[in-house]
């Protein structure tokens, strides 16, 4: 059984820095696609972030230049580094995983950002909430 357990989260004053940390249990990270979603309250999920096995690493266009995915293979880990928080970041954070090795249901460009599909991601955890305060 599959399971994605997130922490890290928390409050933060704008322009902080926090760094989200998804441990996976009956799952090897470095040999499948992963990726972070986000939902603020009243709005869609949102992906922000994925990370291939190959360890290609996409982001959406609202979190360009401020997120950073990545993993730790020897401690089964996924992580999101997120800096200079804004109050629209505010929003319960997700960890999320696919049965692939390439992530399925992404498409953009480096330049303009990417979509993910969360139809395409099959494991999710209970999330960890970030709430950023001006």
């Known amino acids: 059984q599959v399971q994605l357990v997130e922490s890290g989260g928390g409050s933060v004053q704008s322009g902080g820095s926090l760094r989200l940390s998804c441990v996976a249990v009956?799952?090897?990270?470095?040999?499948?696609?992963m990726g972070w979603f986000r939902q603020a309250a009243g709005k869609e999920r949102e992906g922000v972030a994925a990370?291939?096995?190959?360890?290609?690493?996409t982001y959406a266009d609202s979190v360009l230049g401020r997120f950073t995915i990545s993993r730790d293979n020897a401690k089964n880990t996924l992580y999101l580094q997120i800096n200079k928080l804004q109050a629209e970041d505010t929003a319960m954070y997700y960890c999320?995983?696919?049965?692939?090795?390439?992530?399925?249901?992404?498409?953009?460009?480096?330049?303009?950002?990417?979509?993910?599909?969360?139809?395409?991601?099959?494991?999710w955890g209970q999330g960890t909430q970030v709430t950023v305060s001006s």
């Open positions: 999320a995983a696919q049965d692939a090795q390439l992530c399925g249901g992404v498409s953009g460009t480096g330049e303009l950002g990417y979509y993910y599909n969360p139809v395409d991601f099959v494991y």
């Open positions: 990370i291939d096995s190959d360890g290609t690493s």
């Open positions: 009956g799952y090897t990270v470095s040999t499948h696609c």
